[in-house]
């Protein structure tokens, strides 16, 4: 079956502009994560969506922002995009549950985007 | 929130020779994985093993939950074993929340 899907997997922004990214779920899974990885943080959870509400949200401002569609598929926008934003953006798909119960994530290619 | 702590940051070994990978974790938790980020960025699954021993090739991992710890054996390692290698665990009632250790940088050489 399909892996994960993220789209575009390469981008170069200016300072000062917005940016969607979009992530497409393994089939038949309802949980979506987000997650930027950087040299200096590491890999950082951003939030997660279930069945189109976010249920968990990291440490960002309020600049990073998400949503779910119905049919899973996530996308994540960062407004007023700064230097520190260039990161590659991963996004995990799992089978989870409404009572939280989350077995085995899978990832996508990932994101790479550098703001200029 | 929970700690994760994987040791040693940088490894380098000879092909051929084995290897373990430490991840401590500060509290219980419901969900553990091992991944292998590739040089393009891609996480790829190794082991989900919130707890128990599991093996696949040349690679086993055995996490002892009450003890806050897991562990991932690489033998006969290849050059291309090469990269870094993240433990990942996932709190009680954190949904899909992963917190990541800091990764283990591994180099084999030929």
């Known amino acids: 079956k399909a892996g994960v899907t993220q789209t575009p997997r390469y981008l170069i922004k200016t300072r000062g502009q917005q940016v969607t990214l979009s992530c497409s779920p393994i089939s038949g899974h309802r949980s979506v994560s987000w997650y930027q990885q950087t040299p200096g943080q590491g890999l950082q959870f951003l939030f997660e969506y279930f069945s189109e509400t976010q249920r968990n949200k990291g440490n960002f401002p309020g600049r990073f922002s998400g949503r779910q569609f119905s049919n899973s598929r996530s996308e994540m926008n960062v407004s007023t995009l700064e230097l520190g934003d260039s990161a590659l953006y991963l996004c995990?798909?799992?089978f989870g549950t409404g009572g939280g119960f989350i077995v085995e994530a899978f990832f996508g290619q990932g994101t790479r985007l550098t703001v200029v | 929130g929970i700690q994760v702590e994987q040791s040693p940051p940088d490894l380098i070994l000879q092909e051929g020779a084995n290897s373990t990978l430490r991840c401590n974790f500060s509290?219980?938790?419901?969900?553990l994985q091992w991944f292998h980020q590739n040089p393009w960025g891609q996480l790829i699954n190794l082991f989900y093993i919130p707890s128990g021993t599991k093996q696949n090739g040349r690679l086993s991992a055995t996490t002892v939950a009450t003890e806050r710890y897991s562990l991932l054996y690489i033998s006969s390692s290849q050059t291309t074993d090469s990269g870094v290698y993240f433990c990942a665990v996932g709190g009680y009632n954190q949904g899909g929340k992963l917190i990541f250790g800091q990764g283990t940088e591994l180099s084999v050489k030929p």
């Open positions: 995990a798909s799992s």
């Open positions: 509290d219980s938790v419901n969900n």
